[in-house]
């Protein structure tokens, strides 16, 4: 991409809060952010997909990756974060800028063959006290339209709110080119986000979205009503959401990063993932090396304890 076709792709695109998606080839593959006085960009696909390279399945990633670090350069970007990348394919192909970072990740994965996803929910007690108090459970696969929109909305105000009680950060349910996309894409309707939900009656008890991609399904957001909080309704809805993935056909569910104990439960190996920060300025290379010398400190502070 020329430096004139990208001010030009820059200048069309609508940004919101200084946010701006950089297009290559017509792919979205950038999204410029700019904290203080750095502007870091945030390598996507649309711009949700958990495993960015694979906007690029048909040519060489280290030819792409080159691009793509030249795109970033015109752009006045400071550095470039990657998220999530599966390091050991990654690494033998790659020529890095010097002051690039690497930071693990794990994800946690349910594959194998359909009988052997399959969940069983005679023995569940929340399960059977969840019935007994609140009516029949049944799976909901969101395919209208208009209910898609609804479960989606639902399932973004119970997240922030579950955020909020928690004191946990949730940047990306802050970011509206985040919840633009996640919008867009119910709207379009063409299968790549998928809404489950676990149903009391008419009532939904637990949301989830998943992002569907040829045999594989990644669990993307989970959130329940906070009434229904003490039944368990996102394990619960994990696991009718595994049984519905085998029926379906799918080879394997990945609950993305980070790893936690409800994943866990479900899961049947454990993935190692990476995030790349590739800096492209002094600024950005200072960034990053304060970024790696604040992790070194919390890591001893808890040694410590």
Known sequence: MSARHLVDTMANIATANGQALVLMDGNPVLRVRKHFAIRVA????????????????DLNNAQRFQQLIETARQAGVDFIRMRYIEKPHLLA???????????????AICDGAAQDMQVSFSKNTKWRRLQKEHGTLSFL????????????????????????????????FRDPVHLQALRRLVDADTGILRL????????????EACLSSKDELFN??????????KYGPGT?????????????????VDFLPPVSNHKLRFAKRKVPLAELQIPLTIKGRSAIAAAQLRSSFLREGDSDN
């Open 236 to 252: 619960l809805l994990s696991k009718f959401s595994i049984a519905h993935a085998a029926h379906e056909g799918y080879a394997r």
């Open 93 to 107: 192909t790659l020529d890095l800028p010097s002051g690039s970072r690497w930071i693990p990740h794990t994800t």
């Open 141 to 172: 696969n969101g395919k209208d339209a208009d209910a898609r929109t609804v479960l989606l909305e639902k399932m973004l105000i119970w997240k922030k709110y579950w955020l909020r009680e928690n004191g946990a950060a949730g940047t990306g």
């Open 196 to 207: 489950h939900a676990l149903m009391s009656g008419e009532t939904p008890v637990a949301i």
């Open 42 to 57: 945030i390598a996507l696909l649309d711009p949700i997909h958990p495993y960015p390279l694979r906007v690029f399945p």
């Open 220 to 229: 993307l957001i989970t959130s329940y009503d906070p009434v229904f909080e």
